[in-house]
């Protein structure tokens, strides 16, 4: 009579995304990165300039759009890099080795690098990752030839390497003398691996998980982390409550005519860069006279602190007083 029901392991998955449907009217700050986003390409010549001003989460939802608007590079990256990132989303990107690794050097916290669909990053830029980043997890790789081949050559990185370990027992080995930097790297998600790639991974690297297949049981136990799952973007979080109509890439680009560049000079309408630069500098110039007499209430502060504990400015203030009286008399 009593019949088990089985449920799919889609239906389960499916009910974080009905979740989502139900949430309400997107925030203030997404509204404001949305506007931000359809005009990137005229705020990106001064956004090293004024990225710093910006949290790390409005860092990376930047970094997201541009991804998605393909406007993404290695100058780019490395403006909105921040020291606090625990993941990397450069998947279909312009960013090249030389991006990747100084982006890895500053955000030495990577958990999670997607770097599929990249022709431009080689296993030098893995190496460098690796490196870097000794908590790094998991990685993204694949999609394209030239990704392919990165893949492949990368994965001596994380082999063990036995040829030059001392010491008598295994014991006594260090986890960072028999690795290339890539120990720490547990999931790999690299949808079309070859066959032999796949077998020399589960034969010298055991620990680490290949394309890990979501089940039930490992989602509901939280083994197999979000960030190893190919069917969500690594950086999705950060612009899921944005206008997907933000980063649509327009495919007819109006070429301007005298007409228009005339018009267009004329305008009085300034541009978002020039709107930001413009804001900046007015709240510098507003805040200057307060940062003045911070710095001589501080001036002021170290003087008195100063006459109260030397005994030379105290016997000069007593020099000076007496001159006075004698010149009164």
Same mark, same amino acid.
């Not at 139900?22 to 925030?27: A, C, E, F, V």
């Not at 040829?163 to 930097?181: K, P, R, Y």
């Given at each position: 009579?009593?019949?088990?029901?089985?449920?799919?392991?889609?239906?389960?998955?499916?009910?974080?995304?009905i979740s989502a449907l139900?949430?309400?009217?997107?925030?203030l700050i997404s509204l404001?990165?949305?506007?931000?986003?359809?005009?990137?390409?005229?705020?990106?010549?001064?956004?090293?300039?004024?990225?710093?001003?910006?949290?790390?989460?409005?860092?990376?939802?930047?970094?997201?759009?541009?991804?998605?608007?393909?406007?993404?590079?290695?100058?780019?990256?490395?403006?909105?890099?921040?020291?606090?990132?625990?993941?990397?989303?450069?998947?279909?990107?312009?960013?090249?080795?030389?991006?990747?690794?100084?982006?890895?050097?500053?955000?030495?916290?990577?958990?999670?690098?997607?770097?599929?669909?990249?022709?431009?990053?080689?296993?030098?830029?893995?190496?460098?990752?690796?490196?870097?980043?000794?908590?790094?997890?998991?990685?993204?790789?694949? !999609?394209?030839?030239?990704?392919?081949? &990165?893949?492949?050559? %990368? /994965?001596?990185?994380?082999?063990?390497? =036995? *040829?030059?370990? +001392?010491?008598?027992?295994?014991?006594?080995?260090?986890?960072?003398?028999?690795?290339?930097?890539?120990?720490?790297?547990?999931?790999?998600?690299?949808?079309?691996?070859?066959?032999?790639?796949?077998?020399?991974?589960?034969?010298?690297?055991?620990?680490?998980?290949?394309?890990?297949?979501?089940?039930?049981?490992?989602?509901?136990?939280?083994?197999?982390?979000?960030?190893?799952?190919?069917d969500v973007a690594l950086?999705?979080?950060?612009?899921?409550?944005?206008?997907?109509?933000?980063?649509?890439?327009? !495919?007819?680009?109006?070429?301007?005519? &005298?007409?228009?560049? %005339? /018009?267009?000079?004329?305008?009085?309408? =300034? *541009?978002?860069? +020039?709107?930001?630069?413009?804001?900046?500098?007015?709240?510098?110039?507003?805040?200057?006279?307060?940062?003045?007499?911070?710095?001589?209430?501080?001036?002021?502060?170290?003087?008195?602190?100063?006459?109260?504990?030397?005994?030379?400015?105290?016997?000069?203030?007593?020099?000076?007083?007496?001159?006075?009286?004698?010149?009164?008399?």
């Open positions: 009579m009593n019949q088990r029901i089985k449920i799919p392991v889609s239906a389960y998955l499916s009910s974080s995304r139900k949430r309400g009217p997107p925030s404001c990165l949305g506007v931000v986003g359809r005009h990137l390409e005229e705020i990106i010549p001064c956004l090293a300039d004024i990225s710093d001003i910006f949290p790390a989460d409005i860092k990376m939802s930047i970094a997201a759009i541009a991804k998605r608007r393909k406007l993404l590079d290695d100058d780019l990256v490395v403006s909105l890099a921040d020291t606090s990132w625990e993941i990397l989303d450069v998947s279909g990107s312009d960013v090249s080795d030389s991006g990747l690794a100084k982006v890895s050097e500053m955000c030495k916290s990577l958990r999670a690098v997607d770097i599929s669909r990249c022709n431009k990053i080689t296993s030098m830029g893995v190496s460098e990752l690796v490196q870097n980043c000794r908590s790094l997890e998991t990685l993204r790789c694949g !999609g394209c030839p030239s990704s392919e081949s &990165t893949a492949r050559r %990368s /994965l001596s990185l994380f082999k063990p390497d =036995l *040829s030059n370990v +001392e010491g008598d027992t295994w014991e006594e080995l260090d986890v960072t003398e028999i690795g290339h930097g890539g120990h720490s790297l547990r999931w790999l998600v690299w949808p079309r691996i070859d066959k032999d790639s796949l077998e020399m991974l589960s034969m010298e690297c055991p620990r680490i998980v290949v394309n890990p297949k979501p089940s039930f049981l490992t989602y509901s136990l939280h083994e197999v982390p979000r960030e190893a799952s190919p950086d999705e979080p950060f612009v899921k409550d944005i206008d997907p109509k933000t980063w649509v890439v327009r !495919g007819v680009v109006k070429i301007p005519t &005298t007409s228009s560049l %005339s /018009l267009t000079s004329s305008s009085s309408e =300034l *541009s978002i860069a +020039e709107k930001f630069r413009l804001a900046f500098a007015e709240r510098d110039a507003r805040l200057a006279p307060k940062r003045a007499k911070n710095a001589r209430q501080q001036q002021r502060r170290a003087e008195r602190d100063w006459m109260m504990s030397s005994d030379e400015a105290k016997a000069m203030a007593f020099a000076s007083k007496a001159t006075r009286c004698l010149r009164k008399k």
